[in-house]
């Protein structure tokens, strides 16, 4: 299974035409913006990142998508969003494509209701990290993200979430994050299935 390119003009629609995660049902949750950054190298991929192997750090070694918490001095959750990336990547507004957001997805355990942002990364550098904070940078082919999703029957029906988990490598994708890219497969799912039952694709190149 190869998906080739990403149709950026297609997915821009996809997005700007589906309805977004809703809010929490309640405000008690503190708010936090990510970034879900697609690139090509040369194929589809995914940045997101692993937290520091920290001590009583509550999100210790977990995968993440990049960003944080919204600050008072924000403008509003975009601004946030690129605040964070920058700041946690060294990545300016310069380098990315704005798509829109996906919507609002909460977290279990120490409530946050964290908007996800979708962006297109020019795959330009340097990446540079704070290692107190960041473990690893990790570039995640989206064909591996699929698969998983297609193996575990995930599509048009949300498992349970002690089972919605996305593995890469050493590691296991899950909570709020797995939650987010299952929500982000499923919109562009229409893309995937391509015309010849070769494998997915995605469309042509951006």
């Not at 829109?100 to 946050?112: A, D, E, Y």
């Not at 029906?157 to 939650?179: C, H, N, Q, V």
């Amino acid at each position: 299974m190869i998906i080739e390119s990403i149709d950026s003009k297609r997915i821009k629609e996809i997005i700007h035409n589906s309805n977004p995660a809703g809010f929490p049902v309640h405000d008690t949750h503190r708010p936090a913006c990510v970034f879900l950054l697609l690139f090509n190298r040369p194929d589809p991929h995914i940045l997101a990142i692993q937290k520091s192997d920290t001590e009583g750090y509550p999100w210790r070694n977990q995968a993440a998508l990049p960003g944080g918490h919204i600050e008072n001095s924000d403008a509003g959750p975009v601004a946030t969003a690129f605040r964070e990336l920058e700041e946690e990547l060294n990545i300016g507004k310069d380098q990315i494509d704005f798509i829109g957001s996906l919507g609002h997805f909460q977290t279990l355990t120490r409530p946050r209701d964290i908007e996800a942002f979708v962006g297109f990364w020019s795959g330009k550098g340097p990446i540079r990290v704070d290692s107190n904070e960041i473990a690893r940078v990790l570039e995640i082919p989206l064909t591996t993200l699929i698969k998983t999703h297609q193996v575990k029957d995930f599509h048009l029906s949300m498992p349970d979430i002690r089972e919605l988990e996305y593995p890469f490598k050493d590691i296991i994708i899950w909570g709020a994050t797995a939650r987010i890219l299952y929500h982000f497969i499923e919109l562009i799912y229409p893309l995937i299935v391509g015309r010849d039952n070769s494998g997915p694709q995605v469309g042509s190149r951006c």
